[in-house]
């Protein structure tokens, strides 16, 4: 199974933390570690209309990446790692892509027009923010919420990790289950 992980990251933490858990998966993959999923496609939040994710996730995952029958996906797999600049911005390497989930969601391609465009969506996210500043996460929240407002499913809580206390004690956790909760939710 496949798992695709989107970062906005303005200091190299978001970004980092994506890498290193896509790193863990496409490795795994080619040894005996048992993980639930097989592959990982990491890239910036911004690259989702390059890369013609939107497109992708209304169509139904192919059931050739999934290594047995058992293990069939009936949902694209999406993790979202994002922290929060400023006074509630996103970072410029996903700005286009919040921004883009602000607006309306379109109908979704090929589906019925009572369809939202990702109810072929399972997703998780993980915010990663300041308690020092006002709007604490912010990004990560709203990247959630859209998700969930444009048809997807939530597969694990959203967490919301803090550089004032230290993200460490929020991201390690998390990244324990979200795989698990990936593929429930798949």
């Given at each position: ?18 890498k290193d858990l896509a790193a863990s998966i496409n490795n795994a993959s080619s040894s005996a570690d048992a993980l639930p999923f097989t592959s990982a496609d ?116 959203l967490a919301c990790a803090d550089e004032a206390t230290g993200l460490e004690a929020t991201v390690e956790p998390w990244l324990e289950g979200v795989l698990g ?6």
């Amino acid at each position: 199974m496949k798992v695709y992980i989107l970062y906005g990251s303005a200091t190299g933490n978001a970004e980092y933390i994506a890498k290193d858990l896509a790193a863990s998966i496409n490795n795994a993959s080619s040894s005996a570690d048992a993980l639930p999923f097989t592959s990982a496609d990491c890239m910036e939040m911004n690259h989702f209309k390059r890369k013609k994710l939107l497109e992708t996730w209304s169509s139904p995952p192919d059931p050739s990446s999934s290594p047995t029958p058992s293990q069939i996906q009936n949902k694209h797999a999406v993790i979202a790692i994002c922290s929060t600049t400023g006074n509630g911005d996103a970072p410029e390497n996903a700005s286009r892509f919040l921004r883009f989930l602000k607006k309306p969601p379109p109908a979704a391609a090929g589906a019925s027009s009572s369809s939202p465009p990702l109810h072929r969506v399972a997703f998780a996210v993980l915010g990663l923010g300041d308690t020092n500043y006002d709007q604490f996460c912010a990004s990560g929240k709203a990247i959630d919420r859209k998700l969930a407002e444009w048809g997807g499913t939530r597969a694990v809580p959203l967490a919301c990790a803090d550089e004032a206390t230290g993200l460490e004690a929020t991201v390690e956790p998390w990244l324990e289950g979200v795989l698990g909760g990936l593929a429930a939710a798949c």
